[in-house]
């Protein structure tokens, strides 16, 4: 199975209430990232922690990381309509290039 | 914008075509990465390239044939293709693990 994977697959909250998605992964990784995708569009890059640190915010994000239980969280705070996409997360190994391997994502969708 | 450019946006082609799908990064960086992504399945990795030479073929069939001029410049050649190849595929590039998406060609193989 894969390196990272999400939790749930699918979340639907109205809008101005937080929403918590959860990853967890198998191997020993460099650092981890969150990535959104709105429908039928590209990956955008939204915060990365690094192996060694164990909470970062951006804006309306914040993402735990807990190397010992090899999972993170992500938690968007008062949230909105346009916060509606997929959210993944990806694992940060170590190769003879920078290797991420993503997860297959958490569908949020956040009702006006 | 991410910086990462992919052309066309859309592609309709039939078994026998050959066709290419362009991306241009104006980063600066020196990884460039080519992903499949279907429907209801993970992000699928195909190819690599770090500093224009291929690190890493993902076990991708032969109708797929990736081609790296520059660091700033990378194409993914079709021919022959399936219908169950029908899916976003999306270039990045990278640098430190961090990835850039482009927007992705919407593929539909008739």
């Known amino acids: 199975s894969q390196q990272g994977e999400e939790d749930p697959q699918a979340l639907s909250i109205q809008e101005g209430e937080n929403a918590t998605m959860n990853c967890s992964y198998k191997t020993s990784i460099n650092n981890l990232q969150w990535y959104r995708q709105n429908s039928g569009r590209g990956l955008v890059h939204l915060i990365l922690i690094r192996s060694n640190e164990r909470e970062k915010h951006s804006g309306r994000l914040r993402v735990t990381l807990d190397t010992s239980k090899k999972s993170s969280s992500l938690l968007i705070t008062a949230s909105r309509a346009a916060d509606t996409a997929s959210y993944f997360c990806?694992?940060?190994?170590?190769?003879?290039?920078?290797?991420?391997?993503f997860g297959p994502g958490t569908s949020l969708s956040v009702i006006p | 914008e991410t910086g990462v450019t992919q052309t066309p946006r859309h592609l309709v082609m039939g078994m026998t075509n050959k066709k290419s799908l362009k991306c241009e990064q104006h980063?600066?960086?020196?990884?460039m990465y080519w992903y499949k992504q279907s429907a209801k399945k993970p992000l699928e990795l195909m190819f690599v390239y770090n500093f224009k030479e291929q690190t890493e073929n993902n076990s991708v069939p032969s109708r797929f044939s990736p081609e790296c001029p520059n660091s700033s410049h990378l194409f993914l050649h079709l021919h022959t293709l399936q219908p169950e190849d029908s899916a976003l595929y999306l270039c990045a590039s990278g640098q430190s693990h961090e990835q850039y998406f482009g927007p992705g060609t919407r593929l539909t193989v008739t």
């Open positions: 990806a694992t940060a190994v170590k190769t003879s290039y920078d290797k991420v391997i």
């Open positions: 980063l600066g960086h020196n990884a």
